[in-house]
T-cell receptor, first 111, second 115 residues
Framework: GENVEQHPSTLSVQEGDSAVIKCTYS??????FPWYKQELGKGPQLIID?????GEKKDQRIAVTLNKTAKHFSLHITETQPEDSAVYFC??????????FGAGTRLTVKP | EAGVAQSPRYKIIEKRQSVAFWCNPISGHATLYWYQQILGQGPKLLIQ????????DSQLPKDRFSAERLKGVDSTLKIQPAKLEDSAVYLC?????????????FGEGSWLTVV
């Protein structure tokens, strides 16, 4: 089955700096790669996603890149703000939308 | 639009007891998922339903876990008997269909502590 690895497990940045989180996947049949943000006591919420026919996608301060050949994808957050502090998960799924998640990255943005 | 509803939010039971969690997905969503999230880890898919049929239950510990979605709407996840290692958040989620790329929406989770 699909195996998704995520790095780093924790990340601390100063407000205004950029944050980058990286993931790799194992199943070449995976074709959809969402990123979720989870705040304490809540369920994960989708923040951005990318499909396998696209190399990069941007939404305001958030961008995601995908390298299908290397089977890795990354989340980039620019101009970080304290409210960006949360746990971020990458995920990958195949045609059945059978989402497999990475272990998560705890991002802390220091004011 | 109402989100994914789950109950109870919190449950504490002793090992070897049983527990059941209920989920009502977003209206019109055909696909329903149960995930287990152990503290400090990512969600792990336990079971995926398409309407009232099981799509994937390969990671469900079937000796103690069971789930059903009899009428293709709400769903129940049961654990019997519970073990200490079952302490986790049980997340229910739903999507419009099982086609790739359909956004999966999560509920707030049911927190289980087994003592």
């Amino acid at each position: 089955g699909e195996n998704v690895e995520q790095h780093p497990s924790t990340l601390s940045v100063q407000e205004g700096d950029s944050a980058v989180i990286k993931c790799t996947y194992s199943d070449s049949a995976s074709n959809y790669f969402p990123w979720y943000k989870q705040e304490l006591g809540k369920g994960p919420q989708l923040i951005i996603d990318i499909r396998s026919n696209v190399g990069e996608k941007k939404d305001q301060r958030i961008a995601v890149t995908l390298n299908k050949t290397a089977k890795h994808f990354s989340l980039h957050i620019t101009e970080t703000q304290p409210e960006d502090s949360a746990v971020y998960f990458c995920a990958a799924s195949t045609n059945n939308n059978d989402m497999r998640f990475g272990a998560g990255t705890r991002l802390t943005v220091k004011p | 639009e109402a989100g994914v509803a789950q109950s109870p939010r919190y449950k504490i039971i002793e090992k070897r007891q049983s527990v059941a969690f209920w989920c009502n997905p977003i209206s019109g969503h055909a696909t329903l998922y149960w995930y287990q999230q152990i503290l400090g880890q990512g969600p792990k898919l336990l079971i995926q339903f398409q309407n009232n049929g099981v799509v994937d239950d390969s990671q469900l510990p079937k000796d103690r876990f069971s789930a059903e979605r009899l009428k293709g709407v709400d769903s129940t996840l049961k654990i019997q008997p519970a073990k200490l290692e079952d302490s986790a958040v049980y997340l229910c989620a739903s999507s419009l269909s099982q086609a790739s790329g359909n956004t999966i929406y999560f509920g707030e989770g049911s927190w289980l502590t087994v003592v």
